[in-house]
């Protein structure tokens, strides 16, 4: 039954596609300043379709529905509600519905909300938006269909990987989806204006809001993705290099790039083919990325059950961009001249591009590389954290600088009183930074550099907030949040990396183990019982020798009926200046059990300085807002 | 013409990297198990973790009817399930090569006085790199060799009761 509901409404988004496309195609002849009625009709019954095609689906997973082959690949009757509900994206199926959910949302509000905008470069821009959700509808259907169906209908479905049962992870893809797809309609933006001839500040304006809702929630999806891996995957790191994070960085750098791009075309009305590539490159990294992850190229974590046919077809319909998006490019390219000084904003700005390029550069080779080898020369090699910590660190230390003075300088030309204060608050780092090496601990040299660096920032950012308050000019207000941020984000993580403590022994349950200052007495133990799981649930009692602070940890090892699985679950007691994280696991036949024990300073620090980040990007969306 | 040609390096750089991401699709899952299996291992040298005079090569393998290497550490978990297939395995006709992979030497030892020792050697890959040369993607894995230096099977991730079966039938 829901399976027939489900699929009609995916066709009917289907049609109203090319409904919509053959409308618009018509009106593009009409010269006059609206679009006709009968589009925005078709788009507000695309958008309600596919809404209820998602809901369809949800409704599936909450009646558990094993009629469909994908409630019972990925359901299970005794899952708590909020699982079964999150279910509807933790699988490829499901989330391809999601993906066409949000391609057919920024379509329609990009209809909506950009009437003030050339009605030749609307319609366009709606064209190739929809030619993208047909090619992924068409993947949906023939490939990877959500609501394809099951006879006999199964008592019991097969259940929910235990470690996508996680809050965080419930809303980790649509934050990141809302992130990755939405960069479609920029995608579509970019090949409208070139073909209508839109540009310029104009363009710039028209696509603005949408760059940085999107950047905000891929900030947003990569913080959540990090923080779940912390408590979840219990190692204690937040961030390991995996292709999969890594395939998430590659469009948060180009979009980052962008965002700082179309500072510069809104102003200066000036690189506008460079802000064109960069809004085609956000969105075909963003499939890429999802070729890699999907097609089983590479191994990860996140690897869905990987099928051949589901790669053949994201990579031929990538190509079909990637050709298109170029072919469009090169035919309406045309030469810009540009008169920067080499001491304004824009070339600050600029600078800003040439990091997220290197980066960018840096994480697509080290993805890339591998499989390349593998084709080309049989050669199996894997590239791991070490080679990004070593090319992307040293990086950080001018980024951080440049961050820091960039906004100091005026459009066009500036001013010299700026060198002193940067002199000044330059020695005012070095001198804390010397404070820390000599009080908390030794390090290395760069790792010198990345603290005087990150503090740099952080004193112009708050000296920044200081003028803020007095002038009141709202727009610097989300920069200098996100920049401040970053600064914090990066001294932070130095710390966190710099004085973690970490111990690694066995105990069995009445022992007392002394370590780092720490006294870890191993109390009791307990089985627990929940919906889903059983629990054996370690009771520890930690001091601290130095002010005898006590703190309870409890541990749990679960074991999951559905399907069968162990997971150790991490206890974590968050403080403000430290997290303490304790993870057990059983030592087959004895009664000892395995103690990890970390301290990691200043954990809690490092996501609020990460949602700072993301938070300067709503700021912009909400003042925005206002000014309109 | 600057423009054509700067068009026609971009296109074909394209064209190739979408290429070779096709023929890399075809080989269906970089780290399958099988294209290893049949292959002969390479050349390799190991210094031992206690002990930095001591050391082992290939050709140390072929004295042995049949080896399994086995690529451990303390800190990961499933190393620790698959122990006791090791221990009971260490009983039977072939010799195991132990390489303790990004680990420390104290930590090291104090997992194998916990759990036992069915290793042979031990050899030290404290940076994780010599294990890369045969494959290892994540640990624990393991590899059957015979005195030919072939790889008869490759076990990816900890070795369980059926494997365990496995090994044995092959060792016969």
Known sequence: MLSNIGIGLVYSILALSFLTIYNAHLDLKIINTTVKKIIYKLSLFQITFTILSFFTLILGFINSD?????????????KPLFYKIAGTWGNHEGSLLLWVNILVLFSYLFLIFNHIHNKKFRLYTLIFQNILIIGFVIFLLFNSNPFNSLYPIPLEGLGLNPILQDPALAIHPPLLYVGFVGCSIYFSAALGSLLSGYNGKLFAKSIKVWVVTSWCFQTLGIIVGSIWAYYELGWGGFWFWDPVENASLLPWFAITALMHSLIVLEKRNVLYYWVIILCLLTFILSVTGTFLVRSGILNSVHTFASDPSRGIYILVFLSLMIFAALTIFFTKYKKETYDFNIKSKETFILANNWFMAFFLATVLIGMLYPIFLDVLSNIKISVGPPFF????????????FLMAIGPKFGWIKSQKKIFYKILFLILGSVIINLFIFNFFGKYSFLSNLIF???????????????????????????????????GLLVFFIGINHQFSLEEDFNLKVGEIKKTNNYEINFESMRIKESKNYKAIVGNFKLTNLKNNLVEYLDPEIRIYSNPETLTYEAAIETKITSDLYLTMSNVSRSD????????????????????????????????????? | MRVSILKIIIFSFVFFSLFVLWQGLKKNNNYDTKSLVGARISNFQFTEINNVNKSISEKDLKNNKFTLINFFASWCLPCRTEHKYLINLSKKKIKIIGINFKDKKKNANNFLKELGNPYNFVGKDSDGKASVLFGVYGIPESI???????IIKKIIGPIDQNQYNEILNLIK
């Open chain 1, 389 to 400: 910590n070593i090319v992307i660190i040293p990086l950080v230390v001018p980024l951080l």
């Open chain 2, 144 to 150: 059957l060799v015979d005195n030919n230096l072939n």
């Open chain 1, 452 to 486: 005087i660096a990150s503090i740099f920032l952080i004193l112009n950012s708050i000296l920044d907030i200081k003028k803020f308050i007095n002038n009141k000019i709202k727009l610097e207000l989300s920069r200098i949040i996100s920049h401040l941020g970053f």
């Open chain 1, 66 to 78: 094993f009629s469909l082959v994908n409630v019972y690949e990925n359901s299970h009757t005794t």
């Open chain 1, 592 to 628: 000892y059990y395995n103690i990890k024990f970390q301290k990691k300073p200043f954990m809690i620090w490092i996501w609020i300085s990460a949602i700072m980040i993301a938070l300067g990007g709503f700021v912009q969306l909400t003042f925005k807002k206002n000014e309109s």
